[in-house]
């Protein structure tokens, strides 16, 4: 599914992938739609283990966090040779955008992650306002255009197959996350001066 389209990935051709035999495959999964739904669910596993939880449990502050995210997600992009399809771009997104109006399990289920990483988004937007690096805003909003920026970005160096592209339009992100806040005044500072 990630190498040619949901539409694309015939069950004959998954389970000769997969080294299974197609009366197994309909044991665990009863239709196309439920290995969909699996192979959502066990792509945002991986992301989260490996990029999402350990950014999380970093010492750094907000902003610093998606910055970090965006070069995790750039260092995986390049790690993708010209032949290997299967990490570049977003394959959730782009199991969500083409399936969105033909399933509903599995545009839930795109959705559902979707939710998830809007969450890590706004705690760390959160943690950025809280220390000052944005002003204070309403970071789901926020959470939910940096996501936009990062899947929208991910298409672009996807079709462009050039992962300069991803990085670029990642450039945006600290204008996206919020305006920079104005700076702590200085213990003292007359009330005329503030």
């Known amino acids: 599914m990630w190498l040619k389209s949901y539409a694309a990935a015939g069950v004959d051709e998954i389970c000769q992938m997969a080294g299974a035999q197609k009366g197994s495959l309909y044991h665990f999964f009863p239709t196309k739609a439920d290995l969909g739904v699996a192979a959502i669910e066990q792509r945002w596993d991986i992301l989260r283990q490996q990029v999402f939880d350990p950014i999380d449990q970093i010492g750094e502050a907000g902003l610093d966090r998606l ?3 965006v070069g ?6 390049r790690q993708a040779g010209p032949d290997d399809r299967i990490l570049t ?6 199991l969500g955008q083409e399936m969105a109006h033909q399933d509903e399990r599995i545009r839930a289920a795109v959705n559902r992650v979707f939710e998830e990483q809007c969450r890590y988004l706004q ?3 959160d943690e950025a306002a809280a220390g000052r690096q944005i002003a204070a805003g309403s970071s789901r ?3 939910r255009q940096v996501l936009a920026l990062l899947e929208g970005a991910l298409l672009l ?3 462009a197959a050039d992962p300069d592209v991803f990085a670029q339009a990642c450039a945006a992100l600290p204008a996206v996350a919020g305006p920079a806040s104005a700076p702590r005044p ?3 500072t007359p009330p005329e001066l503030l």
Do not use: F, Y
Request: charged share 20%; hydrophobic share 50%.
């Open 67 to 69: 910055l970090r995210l």
């Open 72 to 77: 995790r997600l750039d260092a995986l992009q």
């Open 89 to 94: 771009g977003s394959p959730i997104g782009a």
């Open 123 to 125: 705690r760390w937007l």
């Open 141 to 143: 909003t926020r959470a």
């Open 157 to 159: 160096g996807k079709v």
């Open 186 to 188: 200085l213990a003292g």
